[in-house]
């Protein structure tokens, strides 16, 4: 397995694996701009795993200099169980507590239980005081 760094020319696929691989309820659509102004800001932020030529598992590590953000962890469902999303978690707290980060949340759907799973498994709690609150800018 090796680990990179999203480039411009990987966006298309990523879409593509997010779309088997990820929670998609109550998130804003997905598109190829979007990803690519990510990667343009912050070329370190979304990381992929692959396996051959394959890209097989992403994590979005967000940093605004105050704050530490994970999102989209996504691993392939035919490539699940195999460590492959903690070793993606492993790679973004080491980058993120490098850039400063004393603390780092992430974003799970309440009905997504593989996913709470996998956060509880890598010592993320839930926080019952907090709510998340949404405004649609666009």
Known sequence: MQFRFAEA????????????????????????????????????????????????????????????????????????????????LARAELRLSRLGASRIDAMVLEHNELGQSIWAADGYGKQPEWRRWVKPVS
């Open 9 to 88: 020319r990987d966006i298309a696929t990523v879409l593509a694996l997010w779309a088997v691989a990820a929670e998609n309820d109550s998130r804003p659509r997905d598109d190829t701009s979007m990803v690519a102004a990510l990667i343009d800001r912050d070329s370190e932020a979304l990381e992929l795993a692959i396996v051959g030529d394959r890209i097989v598992g992403t994590l979005i590590a967000g940093w605004d200099g105050w704050r530490a953000h994970l999102y989209r962890l996504a691993i392939h469902p035919d490539v699940r169980r195999r460590g492959i999303g903690r070793q993606l």
